[in-house]
């Protein structure tokens, strides 16, 4: 044991103290902050107001100004009580309008009537500042019944029941869901708990988003400082020597192994890490404890935005062991760097930009559960399961166990080619 441990401990140092680990890492963590704090700042607002009048906002001023008009909606339950409330503020609108030629998308256009013309202008202001405060919730209902003068008839029965009906029921459909699927995902709903409560939970939300990107920078990362471990064994013609040693053909594979996991664990956290705080850094840590129903409506799981968020975090760990041992495999097999960071790279971007149809229900599913692909945001609300001697899991579920029996045959087989390993 003491071996082992000697020779993973030589093992990890090797990796870290590479010069390509350092610089990848350093740029790793230069392009998460920049993209996560830089680029969202240095983004401008603009659009025009009811009066006509142009409105330019930077990214730190928006932020701030969308954060202050949720200060009053923070912890109100979207009720009847609430409802009331946004109808009068929206009782004036009457029209809402698109624009745009094919491809160029619409935005909707409140326009406020003014009675007998014998309003103030103070009044009018008054109005329009309590749609501003009310459009959270406004936007919430017309999300979830499709409809944008949903406002003037909704109530809270009617409210949730087009939750079920208009989004629920068609992403059923759409997933091609069997009935047991549907009877599983129902019984699910009974323990979200309705009515909800509204709570600003962007730098949350927006961490759900940013998964994917941070996903490709960890693949390229791995890759690029794990892919030479055994591959330069084979350039610089070491490793014949190196079988020929005491421990070459047994304990020395496992402590390269150990210690590339290691690696590829500590730098999932590293990023993980990197672009939480990020996110909160810009947005604040308000939310957390935010239903995920209130962001992702969609979603018939029983979590909070915090839980959602270190739930796929969980993930996003596991993923830095997977790429780790694939990268040590492909080390071992393909004897040489540039290709396996060729492979990693070109396969990252081919499932990353290449969707299975959904009609195609077992390959579309099976897709799903790869490394690059099961932290897409969409997978909270994927509600195709996996049965396993009766056993309904979920793709997070099967996706773990996936990964496990691909870890161990990928170690075994890796293991034994470096073994039989000649010139």
Known sequence: MNNFRTLYGYELKKIVKRRIAINTLAVLMLAAIYINIAGRLNTSYSWTDNEGNQITMNGFEWIADQKEKTKELNGQVIDDELLDKVKEAYKNVYKN??????????????VVEHGDGEESIEEAEAAVRNQELYNPIY??????????????????????????????????????????????????????????????????????ESFMFANMM???????????????????????????????????????????????????????????????????????????????????????????????????????IVYSILTIFLSVAVKNAIAVMGIMAGGMLFTMAYQVPYAHRVASQLYSLLPTRILNVEQLWDGRLVTIFGLRLTNYQAAIILYVVAGVLLTWKGNHIWQKLKD
Not at 99 to 108: C, D, L
Not at 301 to 310: N, P
């Open 97 to 110: 309008e698109y624009y745009g030629g094919e491809g160029s998308g619409y935005r909707s256009m409140t």
């Open 139 to 208: 936007a919430y209902i017309r999300s979830l019944t499709g409809f944008y003068d949903a406002v003037h008839m909704i109530s809270e029965e009617t409210l949730y029941e087009s939750r079920q009906d208009n989004l629920l029921e068609q992403e059923w459909a759409h997933l091609y869901l069997t009935e047991a699927e549907k009877s599983y995902w129902t019984e699910r709903e009974n323990d979200v708990e309705e009515p909800f409560t509204y709570g600003y939970a962007k730098s949350w939300n927006d961490m759900l």
């Open 218 to 320: 960890l693949v390229m990362a791995i890759a690029i400082c794990l892919s030479s471990v055994f591959a330069d064994e084979h350039l610089k013609r070491t490793d014949q020597l190196i079988l020929c040693s005491r421990y070459g053909k047994g304990r020395l594979f496992f402590a390269k192994t150990a210690a590339s996991i290691t690696f590829g664990a500590a730098c999932s956290v590293f990023t993980f890490i990197i672009f939480l705080l990020s996110a909160i850094l810009v947005y604040g840590a308000e939310g957390s404890n935010v239903v995920i129903q209130i962001c992702r409506p969609i979603c018939s799981r029983s979590l909070t935005m915090g839980q959602a968020v270190f739930l796929m975090g969980g993930i996003y760990i596991v993923l830095g």
